[in-house]
């Protein structure tokens, strides 16, 4: 379902009318697309506090040329609207220090290009120090607010990080316009010794991915977006959707496995379908079956729990054990702002999705010791589906604009999101929920 509110607010008389009325201003989204992989504009680099991150090559290879004053030294040039800007705030370590980073940003904050970015890099918070942890933290509170009021289609996220080069693909893609509908949020990287891909832009070349309910919706996005990247897809779906499924698998040259993922021998069933190993999993199946409590027939619980949790964690657990899962792989399961902030009428949907979050922050650690897999989430928002667009028209537009940017995300949201967390060289990324809701005003 076309989203005509923001067609409306791109044209002239649209936009008048609306800011007169004084209702929400979505910007349109630079996203990513063959012809346009990069943001446009320069990347200012600033510091607040003193930092041991050696940031500079690793921003070099963004691709994004750094912001230079007239006289050609590091800096934003008058009149050039930087498409990103970088506040290496690691060094942050008391209050004091905090005015730095209003210092950095005060004079700036205006000149970000539209859909542009902001990304504030933080420290982990040390346990042993309240006044650098309070400083660290203030940290999220700044970012989150920025990112409420800046406007403009632009994103603000944090990113905690001890090592720059384990963090790459992080800021490569917080920092690319395949981050388009990620804002508000905090990521934490490792110091893991990375894994560079051969080739940045085919990074899953040689690997194989599978995705689970990827017939149709958000899995068809990501099945997509990994072979995009290189990735021999695998399209699982349920039998009654075998023709889709096959339909995707053969666009992009993968195969499809026709499955019911609550089958009791799932598990076992997809580690006989590929003999050969799978690199990728990502379980994206998942349903949706709302009445409030009181009116939830037995039936309408355990089925949503069966297919979005119960699923999930046996099938998991099975490839683990099979060793189907590389070394070097990565699992991203679908969770939801539902599990996370609670939607009226969806008890057993928040129920099962915040399982989703459970599962992936007690197994992420463990999966990495013992079979060298990483375990992560995407949380999405209110994303352009068939499923949203069945949402009556009020509740839906109320869905739309309740974010930041004052829109609903795109399946291909989604799946960036995904990529990004089944890049060879996400390795540091480990045991996260990452929101894909363009910062919802639904929990923080
Ligand atoms: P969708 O209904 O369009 O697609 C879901 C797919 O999963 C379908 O192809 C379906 O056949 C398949 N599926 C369902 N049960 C299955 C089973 N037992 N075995 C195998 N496949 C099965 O949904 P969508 O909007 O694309 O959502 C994808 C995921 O994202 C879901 O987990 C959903 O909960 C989550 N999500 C969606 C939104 C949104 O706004 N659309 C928001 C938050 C989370």
Redesign the pocket.
Known sequence: MADRYLSFTGTTPGRFLTRRLGLPQPAALRRWSPRHPRLDGPLLHLTAGKSDLDLAPVLARTGLPAARTADGSPGPAAGVSPAAVVLDATGVRDVGALGEVHAALHPVVRSVAASGRVLVLGAPLDPADHHQAAAQQALEGFSRSLGKEIGGGRTVNLLRLTDARAAESTLRFLLSPKSAYVSGQVVHTDAREPTAPDDWDRPLAGRTALV??A?????EAVAETLARDGARVVV???PA?EEDARRVAERLGGTALA????AADAGERIAAALPDGLDVLVH?????RDRRLVNMPAERWSSVLE??LA?VLRSTDALLAAGTLRPGGRIVA?A???GLAGNAGQTNYGAS?AGIAGLVRCLAPRALAEHGVTVNAVA????E????AAIPLFIREAGRRMNSLAQGGL?AD?AETTAWLAHPASGAVNGQVVRVCGQSLLGA
């Open positions: 689970t309910g017939a149709r919706g958000i899995g699982l779906d349920v959707a499955l019911d993922i609550t994206n199946a998942g349903v949706t297919v979005n699923s679908t939801s702002i539902a999705k999405p928002g209110f994303i589906t068939r499923m949203t399946p989604v």
